[in-house]
């Protein structure tokens, strides 16, 4: 579902992404991880052309360039990170904004578009917000209705950006297990996490990128490994295993070993 070939991004004189290579296939949920600044977002923005990017970006099979803009922003669905919300428009018609690309939205509602709204409420458990204010709403309650705003568009390809970062941790296991679902149904799902754990977890796949670069790329069993934790992310952490997978508590920073 989607292809990158030697993808580099280079923002204000910087290189940002250093020639990426990716594939991804149908129905993957994969997890993108590395420190702060290493290029995760600027990844994800690539992928959905928010970013300019060389190299060869392939998405559903179609060469990015190609394809119109209404066609890219039927096939990937972008969660951005922060959750933004400066205007006091109902959560109703919020996620109704990711049914535009279809020719629906706000007060133009087409066949489909209020199944797909109500769908996408009721999955990131928003039904009960969907008439009030979105400024009025906690961060954690924004996080979801903007996820929701995301599935309502009924993308083949789905980008979420630190999608839990706001949430408590019941909300934090809902949605990674409605983004798990979501890619069971079908849909390819990359998402940035900082959650060793809930990435290890979830993901049925792990990308570690640092400095601009995929330095890691496999099942989290493998990925996860105490040199990778120590080089990549510069901490110690304690390895346990649960129902055949990884639990991860980072405990020592390399500052910490040295005293």
Same mark, same amino acid.
């Given at each position: 579902m989607i292809e990158l070939d030697d993808v580099s991004v280079?923002?204000?004189?910087?290189?940002?992404?250093?020639?990426?290579? @990716?594939?991804?296939?149908?129905?993957?949920?994969?997890?993108?991880?590395?420190?702060?600044?290493?290029?995760?977002?600027?990844l994800l923005r690539a992928i959905?052309?928010?970013?300019?990017?060389?190299?060869?970006?392939?998405?559903?099979?179609?060469?990015?360039?190609?394809?119109?803009?209404?066609?890219?922003?039927r096939t990937v669905a972008y969660l951005p990170q922060g959750n933004i919300?400066?205007?006091?428009?109902?959560v109703r018609d919020v996620v109704a904004i990711g049914r535009i690309p279809h020719g629906g939205g706000p007060g133009r509602e087409r066949e489909g578009d209020a199944a797909a709204v109500a769908t996408a409420l009721a999955a990131t458990d928003a039904v009960h917000l969907a008439e009030r204010p979105i400024t009025e709403l906690s961060s954690?309650?924004?996080?979801?209705?903007?996820?929701?705003?995301?599935?309502?568009?009924?993308?083949?390809?789905?980008l979420a950006d630190e999608p839990i970062a706001a949430l408590d941790p019941a909300h934090q296991l809902g949605v990674l297990a409605l983004l798990e679902r979501t890619a069971a149904s079908g849909t390819t799902?990359?998402?940035?996490?900082?959650? @060793?754990?809930?990435?290890?977890?979830?993901?049925?796949?792990?990308?570690?990128?640092?400095?601009?670069?995929i330095?890691?790329?496999?099942?989290?069993?493998?990925?996860?490994?105490?040199?990778?934790?120590g080089r990549v992310f510069g901490v110690r952490a304690l390895h346990l295993q649960h129902d055949g997978k990884p639990v991860l508590v980072p405990w020592l920073t390399q500052a910490d070993l040295r005293r």
């Open positions: 280079r923002l204000a004189g910087r290189i940002v992404l250093d020639r990426v290579s @990716l594939r991804s296939s149908k129905g993957e949920l994969i997890a993108v991880i590395g420190p702060n600044g290493a290029g995760k977002t600027t959905a052309g928010l970013a300019p990017a060389d190299g060869r970006i392939q998405l559903a099979g179609q060469d990015a360039r190609e394809m119109s803009g209404t066609t890219r922003a919300a400066d205007w006091p428009i109902s954690g309650e924004r996080a979801r209705v903007m996820l929701a705003r995301a599935l309502a568009v009924q993308a083949t390809i789905l799902v990359l998402a940035v996490l900082h959650d @060793l754990t809930l990435a290890a977890r979830f993901a049925s796949r792990i990308v570690v990128i640092d400095d601009g670069r330095v890691a790329d496999g099942p989290p069993q493998k990925v996860l490994d105490e040199a990778l934790l």
